[in-house]
């Protein structure tokens, strides 16, 4: 075997080699060839079902939605419709106050007296107006109007009361003739005022009806059923 | 390597949600995907979560992807934040002590990707989630700080932290 002559390296190998030992270099060669990992194979499954999810979502959200957004505006119609009712009857009932003789009534919060109490204190302790806070379309005039004063009347605790209110003449010429018919009810399950107008009885019936009880009775009779 | 595989063609049927190509895509890249969520991670089940998540929105969004000879990079960036995402809770950035900073920097050792592997994932997951995003993604301090809620600095600091705690735990597993 023949004896191959031998090179000397350069002088700064061995430097050369430390620096390839250095732990950044070393680093930088193996960061980018690091081991791979394999995932399981039941992960494309679940890609795929994931993404035919999402495929049907949208299109069933987007009828949802529209229907949502539909049955909202419906709503919001129809609850208009009904409060806007609602306001009319109300304007029908409070827009004008209904004249008895020379006297207007006006709405006043409804309070049940106690056995002991009496109207007369009942009408001195309650407000005589209410004023409303806010105006309505067409707001109402507040007429000052003359405080009633009323005979003290007690109530007794008996179911049917009768109330008779002392005679109050009224002169014929100043009772108008109408076709409005006024009822107050005072009952505690439905209290309210009712006004009915029935068309179909002409002007003629009217003369031959008169409707003014007051002049004909001189005592006005009211009864209380609870 | 995958990049060459993955050709203009693929792409454009894969925008055209194609199932196949889809397919083939996932095949391609399903562990450059899995293997980056594993090792900022460090949980098997988390990073099949974060493989899933990113195969659907990259299904789903890739139509919207403007350079499509960039995709391999935006599937890392994609999976890198969503692994983040679910990392966040658990991220615990320790305090460096002066003591660690002038711990020893001397290396004397030949080590291989199969060690400087184990050594990666044995480092606490603050430190190890810097180190992967910088190092091995090269996201600036800047982003890093940003995706993970911390200052540059902090990051910077992570980073040598965890050189420090790599040279120690390689010289360990040498040893061992």
């Known amino acids: 075997m023949k004896k191959l002559p031998e090179y ?26 690091l081991p791979q990992f394999a995932p399981q194979d039941a992960v494309w499954e679940k890609i795929t079902a994931e993404l035919d999810r999402k495929k049907v979502v949208p299109i069933w ?34 827009e004008k106050p209904i004249e008895v003789g020379n006297s207007s009534l006006e709405a006043v919060p409804f309070e049940t007296p106690t056995s002991t109490e009496t109207v007369a204190a009942n009408a001195e302790n309650a407000p005589l107006k209410f004023y409303p806070e806010e105006k ?39 009772v108008q003739k109408t076709l409005h018919q006024v009822r107050i009810s005072w009952s505690k399950i439905k209290p309210g005022l009712q006004v009915k107008t029935p068309f179909s009885r002409t002007e003629s019936e009217l003369q031959q009806k008169p409707q003014a009880s007051a002049t ?7 009864e209380i059923n609870n | 390597m995958e990049k060459e595989r993955i050709d203009l063609r693929l792409i454009e049927l894969v925008i055209a949600q194609d199932r196949k190509a889809q397919f ?25 979560d974060v493989l899933q998540d990113t195969f659907v929105k990259v299904f789903q969004e890739i139509k919207n992807l403007k350079h499509p000879e960039a995709l391999v990079s935006w599937m890392k960036t ?19 002590s002066s003591a660690e900073d002038q711990s020893e920097d001397h290396f004397e050792a030949w080590f291989d990707g199969e060690l400087l ?38 990051s910077k600091s ?10 120690t735990r390689i010289k360990t597993l040498l040893q061992a």
């Open chain 1, 8 to 33: 000397s390296p350069k002088a700064s190998a061995w430097e050369d080699l430390l620096k390839k030992v250095s732990f950044e270099r070393q680093l930088g060669n193996h960061l980018p060839t």
């Open chain 1, 61 to 94: 959200l987007r009828w949802s939605a529209a229907a949502a957004v539909i049955a909202i505006l419906l709503f919001s119609l129809i609850s208009k419709f009904r409060t806007d009712d609602k306001f009319q009857d109300q304007e029908l009932l409070s």
């Open chain 1, 136 to 174: 309505s379309k067409r707001s109402i005039e507040i007429i000052a109007a003359p405080k009633m004063t009323l005979p003290d009347l007690e109530l007794s605790q008996s179911k049917n009361l009768s109330l008779k209110i002392p005679e109050r003449i009224v002169p014929e010429a100043q």
């Open chain 1, 216 to 222: 004909q009775n001189s005592l006005i009779t009211l």
């Open chain 2, 24 to 48: 083939q895509l996932f095949e391609l890249t399903k562990r450059m995907v899995y293997s980056l969520a594993f090792r900022i991670l460090n949980d098997e089940d988390i990073a099949h």
């Open chain 2, 78 to 96: 994609i999976t890198a934040r969503k692994a983040v995402e679910k990392a966040k809770r658990q991220l615990v950035f320790e305090k460096l």
């Open chain 2, 117 to 154: 592997d184990q050594a990666i994932r044995s480092l606490p997951a603050g430190s190890r989630t810097v180190f992967m995003l910088v190092e091995v993604e090269g996201y600036p301090h800047q982003e890093v700080g940003r995706m993970l809620g911390i200052s540059e600095s902090t």
């Open chain 2, 158 to 167: 992570q980073l040598n932290y965890a050189k420090k705690l790599l040279k």
